[in-house]
């Protein structure tokens, strides 16, 4: 990661397992002071209190992005307590499957709220956040849903297509102020929500979501010249799910 990061403030949404929690502790590492966030305050805690013990700068705040109140207490907190964030990671993310015939409209709404709007107005706070600065990095994980499609996932899968269409339209939008958005698009990553969506898959042929937090490290390593919009992230070999 580039040098001028370290001490910069991240925020990381979805952090309290799985692939948030791989990026979150690869950007402590790095030196970054990183606000981990999510709804579980236990396992927030959990995580920054292992960042502190590895030397690291890191703070818990709880929020839930399907609501606009704990976004903007996110930001303010962020700033207060380590400065306008440089780097958000928009990772929070949830899974309900199912028959498009018998799927449910709260299960939609809640996915659009989650997936989606909540990952929009976090954009949209970075943005506010980083325009004066005229820096930052928007990092969008998505999936391999957000270009292809799987039965009984019509649901997830708009919202994962959604994330990507906002991404390559705010990267055009935020060049102007130096602020670069980028997407990441990992295929079947071994966490809790791949494992009840796909039991059929074996855990072996999985990526790991330190893979994932590499490819976020790649990310924010480019120099200023450079940037990337998309990175399907897939396994070397095997079924390229």
Do not use: W
Not at 15 to 40: D, H, K, N, T, Y
Not at 56 to 66: E, H, I, L, R, Y
Not at 100 to 122: E, H, K, M, T
Not at 202 to 214: R, T
């Amino acid at each position: 990661m580039r040098e001028e990061f370290s001490g910069q403030a991240a925020i990381v949404t979805g952090a309290s397992r799985g692939i948030g929690r791989a990026i979150a502790l690869a950007l402590a590492r790095e030196g970054m002071r990183v606000v981990v966030a999510a709804r579980s305050k236990d396992a927030l805690e959990g995580l920054a209190e292992e960042i502190k013990t590895e030397g690291g700068s890191a703070a818990a705040v709880p929020a839930d992005v399907a609501r606009e109140a704990d976004i903007l207490s996110l930001f303010a907190r962020t700033e207060e307590l380590f400065g306008p964030p440089s780097v958000l990671i928009n990772n929070a993310g949830l899974g309900l499957y199912g028959p498009l015939a018998n799927y449910s409209s709260a299960d939609l709404d809640r996915l659009i709220a989650v997936n989606l709007r909540g990952s929009y107005l976090c954009a949209r706070e970075a943005m506010r956040a980083m325009i004066p600065h005229r820096r930052g990095d928007i990092i969008n994980i998505a999936s391999v849903v957000g270009f292809k499609g799987y039965a009984n996932q019509s649901a997830y899968t708009a919202t994962k297509h959604g994330v990507v269409g906002m991404t390559k339209a705010l990267a055009g939008e935020a060049q102007e102020y130096g602020i670069r958005v980028s997407v990441i698009n990992p295929g079947g990553v071994d966490t809790e929500m791949v494992r009840q969506s796909r039991p059929d898959l074996d855990p072996s042929e999985l990526l790991q979501p330190s893979d994932v937090a590499q490819s976020v490290l790649f990310l924010l390593s480019l120099s200023d010249r450079a940037a990337i919009d998309e990175i399907y992230l897939r396994r070397r070999s095997g079924t390229p799910f």
